[in-house]
């Protein structure tokens, strides 16, 4: 089976073709990111316009890559929330279209299944129900996989996602857009000790997660020190910082997993990309026998092969949509 991935929820225009559900024959990403660092942030109608710029390319490239036509493929699936709702509109139209030409299924794509699907791609012994902590600049989940299609999220944040404290702490101490990855190199050369940070404690569920706490207490200790003239050491604030939002994402995980039975635990989402997050999740698992995987470095962040790992799965479960399917910019994986 040949599925086409085309994703566009955010800052990446990516197209891949999959074979067989996990073998990738080809993966174009084209990043904004250079673009967006001018603002500090993702500018909602730049990313549209460079995604309707650029998404006939990336997925022409994917096409020639997997040296395949329209005509070989099986399904063309495409994330359709949640994103920026119009970066999210280009990637659906697109694909509509595309499906509608070429006489092919369109299977929608929940973006987090996605990153959890990344999983798949690099671990082929990996198979539901497990645990996954998905942590990206939008959204902190932990996300029971009941199947390849079922998911219950029992928790999430209710403020900042892990990946938005790592680059709005990263942006007050003057890194470039996006900053989470500074954070982590910075980190390497740091004392993780130097500095308490809170854990924050979330009332209600116990799985549920609070990072704008901490960016606050980073932000308001950047400000005083300011405003004393002192030299706060960047990389031992790094280090503190990455451990911080480390031991968050790994104590809830471990006790996620014991309290609802799991001895299988993955990690997702740009931030799995992180050094300190992976190691610390991994030799929490490890102490305790439990499986732990994490995708390989280049495709923890967004990329069209989860889209078409995940479409793949979609597909084979009759997960597919007409042409009045929508971009969605908010939709909770529990409702798909
Ligand atoms: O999954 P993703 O590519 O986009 C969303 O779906 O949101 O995640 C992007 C996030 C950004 O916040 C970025 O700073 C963070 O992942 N990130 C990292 C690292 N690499 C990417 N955060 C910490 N350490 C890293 N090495
Ligand atoms: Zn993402």
């Known amino acids: 089976m040949l599925i086409l991935g085309i994703e566009s929820s955010c800052d990446e225009t990516a197209a891949s073709v999959c074979e067989d559900f996990r073998t990738i ?3 174009v990403v084209s990043t904004q990111i250079e673009e967006h660092k001018k603002y500090g942030g993702v500018v ?16 022409r490239q994917a096409l020639d890559e997997a040296d395949v036509t329209l005509n070989d493929l099986d399904g063309i699936a495409v994330t359709y929330a949640p ?15 595309l499906a509608f030409a070429a006489e092919k299924p369109l299977i929608p794509v929940h973006h987090i299944a996605g990153h959890i699907a990344a999983n798949y791609l690099c671990h082929k012994e990996l198979e539901p129900p497990y645990l ?13 996989v009941l199947s390849y299609t079922k998911f219950r999220v029992i928790g999430r944040t209710r403020d900042d996602a892990a990946g938005e404290c790592f680059d709005k702490c990263a942006r ?18 740091g004392d993780p000790t130097s500095f308490k940070l809170p854990h924050p404690a979330v009332a209600g569920t116990e799985f549920d997660f609070s990072f704008s706490g901490l960016k606050t207490s980073v932000i308001n200790m950047l400000h005083h020190a300011d405003q004393k003239g002192e030299a706060i050491n960047k990389n031992d604030l790094s280090a503190s910082i990455q451990s911080t939002i480390s031991e968050i994402i790994t104590e809830k995980t ?8 799991y001895s299988k635990i993955a990690l997702a989402g740009g931030v799995s ?24 470095l280049e495709l923890c962040g967004d990329n069209g092969a989860m889209i078409a790992c995940q479409g793949s799965y979609n597909f084979a479960a009759g997960i597919t949509a007409d042409e009045s399917l929508n971009a969605v910019a908010t939709m909770s994986l529990d409702n798909i």
Request: hydrophobic content about 40%; some cysteine; charged content about 15%.
């Open 83 to 97: 994103g920026l709702i119009g970066a999210l509109l280009v990637g659906v139209n697109f694909a509509k279209s």
């Open 132 to 144: 996954c902590m998905v942590a990206s600049g939008a959204h902190s989940h932990l996300i029971e």
């Open 254 to 261: 471990i006790r996620a997993a014991e309290h609802y039975g």
């Open 25 to 27: 024959k080809s993966s």
């Open 44 to 59: 909602p109608e730049i990313a549209s316009r460079r995604h309707c710029e650029n998404i006939l390319q990336v997925t």
């Open 172 to 189: 007050a101490m003057g890194f470039p857009y996006p900053g989470g990855v500074h954070i982590d190199r910075n980190a390497q050369n």
């Open 273 to 296: 990309a992180n050094s300190g997050v992976r190691a610390a999740l991994s030799a929490a698992c490890g102490e305790r026998g439990f499986d732990f995987y994490m995708p390989k």
